[in-house]
């Protein structure tokens, strides 16, 4: 998927921040998805490429992060700027 998403309009982390920090300005309907924010890339202490991503966990906003060799699911979204 990384592969797939190669532009300069997919948002970073920081923005992914913000939103948890500004909770009221996330979309209703992102709550049914998880949203990627692709346009920051962590390598772990164990040395493996990851991605965080936003998630509702039904009560609050939070989030978690994926390692790029796992699968990714249709209800995976990246953050983007609309084009």
């Known amino acids: 998927m990384r592969k797939e998403i190669v532009s300069p309009l997919v948002l970073n982390a920081n923005v992914l921040d913000w939103l948890l920090d500004h909770?009221?300005?996330i979309p209703e309907e992102w709550k049914r998805k998880?949203?990627?924010?692709?346009?920051t890339i962590y390598r772990g202490s164990d040395d493996n490429l990851y991605v965080r991503y936003l998630?509702?966990?039904?009560?609050?906003w939070d989030w978690r992060r994926?390692?790029?060799?796992?699968?990714?699911?249709?209800?995976?979204?990246?953050?983007a700027l609309a084009s």
């Not at 998630?55 to 609050?60: K, L």
């Not at 990714?72 to 990246?78: K, M, Q, R, T």
């Open 23 to 25: 909770p009221e300005l």
């Open 34 to 39: 998880y949203i990627f924010f692709w346009g």
């Open 55 to 60: 998630i509702w966990d039904g009560a609050m």
């Open 66 to 79: 994926r390692w790029l060799g796992d699968d990714f699911a249709s209800s995976d979204f990246p953050a």
